[in-house]
C-alpha cells in the first residue's frame, strides 16, 4: 500500500467509510446521467423496442410550433454577386455573399474538342 502512513493521520474507522461514500456518491451520480441523458435506458426499463425513444424525440426535434428559422433582413448586389444580411433567431446578424456558378470553358454541339499538344 502506497499510503500506508495516512492511517496514522486519519483513523481507519473515520477513513473507511469516508472513502467507501465518496465511491458510493460518485457511482450513483454516474448512473443517473446515464438514465437523464440516454434514451435507450428508458426504453429498456419499460420494455419496448429499442430505438423508440429516439424515434419520440426525432419528432419533438420536428415540431414547426418551435422552429424558429432564420429571416433575411435585405439583400444588395455586390461584384462577387449577392450580399445577404441574415439575422439569425438570437439576433446576431451575419452576411452570406450568394454567386452564380462561373463557366470556365464551354463548347458547342458542332465543334470538336481542342487538341492541345506539346
Known sequence: MNN??????????????????????GSFSVHMQVV?????????L??????????MAAAEMLDQSNLQAAQASYVMPSSDGLAVTVILPD?????AILSSPE?????Q????????TQ
Open 4 to 25: 500506508a502512513k495516512m492511517w496514522l493521520v486519519v483513523s481507519p474507522s473515520v477513513g473507511v467509510p469516508i472513502f467507501l461514500g465518496a465511491v458510493a456518491v
Open 36 to 44: 437523464k441523458n440516454t434514451s435507450w435506458v428508458s426504453d429498456f
Open 46 to 55: 419499460q420494455g419496448v423496442p429499442m430505438g423508440t425513444g429516439d424515434q
Open 91 to 95: 439576433g446576431t446578424t451575419t452576411q
Open 103 to 107: 463557366t470556365l470553358v464551354s463548347q
Open 109 to 116: 454541339a458542332d465543334q470538336l474538342p481542342a487538341l492541345i
